[in-house]
Each structure stands twice: as structure tokens, then as C-alpha cells.
């Protein structure tokens, strides 16, 4: 069965850093487009950062995390990481990974496997 275990959330100040993982069980993360969604209570859930398949090669990200949050992945442990610099409070939410074939889509529609969440909360 396809699942996605997450990870590395947290209470963190402000400025401060977070890494997230997302390590696949079931399936090969290198064949899928993998991406960070947020979502807090009420509102709808918003991309934050993607990877493409290994073959693609390409992220992209959210104009409000760029130059802050970092997608990566390790082929090796199957594993995609989100590092999170500069946290702000407006970074609280609830975090998902999701994995789709190949190429990245803005669309949380577009995503076939989901993880079960992990909470960021960025405060003094």
C-alpha cells in the first residue's frame, strides 16, 4: 500500500528553521513529482514547493517561501525534504507532501497520495 510518512514539524520563533520529511513507503518517490502543500483551519490548501521526477529535474515554489524554503530530494532514502529558513508566523500551518506522475501542477486536485500532515507553528 502507498503511503507517505511526514515528519519534523514543530514550534519554532520567528527567523528560525525546520526541516520536514516526507519518505515514501510502498511506492518509488523518484518516478512521481513530489509536493509541499499548507493548509490552515478554513482555508483552502495552498502549494508551497515541488519537485519534479528525477528526469525532469525542475522545483518551483511559492513567491511567498522563495529564497526562504528549500526542496530537495534523496534518491537514495526515497526520501523528499522541505527546509524552512527565516520562518515567519504567517508559516503556521498544517503541512502535506503529496505525490503526482512527473511533472508539477499547482493544483492540490492533481495529486493521487497524500501524507497524514505534520504542524508547523512559527511563534514567540
Known amino acids: 500500500q502507498a503511503q507517505f510518512v511526514e515528519s519534523g514539524g514543530g514550534l519554532v520563533q520567528p527567523g528560525g528553521s525546520l526541516r520536514l520529511s516526507c519518505a515514501a513507503s510502498?511506492?518509488?518517490?523518484?518516478?512521481?513529482?513530489i509536493g509541499w502543500f499548507r493548509q490552515g483551519p478554513g482555508k483552502e490548501r495552498e502549494g508551497v514547493a515541488c519537485?519534479?521526477?528525477?528526469?525532469?529535474?525542475?522545483?518551483y515554489y511559492a513567491e511567498s517561501v522563495k529564497g526562504r524554503f528549500t526542496i530537495s530530494r534523496d534518491i537514495a532514502k526515497d526520501t523528499v525534504y522541505l527546509q524552512m529558513d527565516s520562518l515567519r508566523p504567517g508559516d503556521t500551518n498544517t503541512y502535506y507532501c503529496?505525490?503526482?506522475?512527473?511533472?508539477?501542477?499547482?493544483?492540490?486536485?492533481?495529486?493521487?497520495?497524500w501524507g497524514q500532515g505534520t504542524q508547523v507553528t512559527v511563534s514567540s
Open positions: 510502498g511506492f518509488f518517490l523518484d518516478d512521481y513529482a
Open positions: 519537485i519534479s521526477s528525477s528526469s525532469e529535474g525542475r522545483t
Open positions: 503529496a505525490a503526482t506522475h512527473g511533472l508539477c501542477v499547482p493544483s492540490p486536485h492533481a495529486y493521487s497520495y
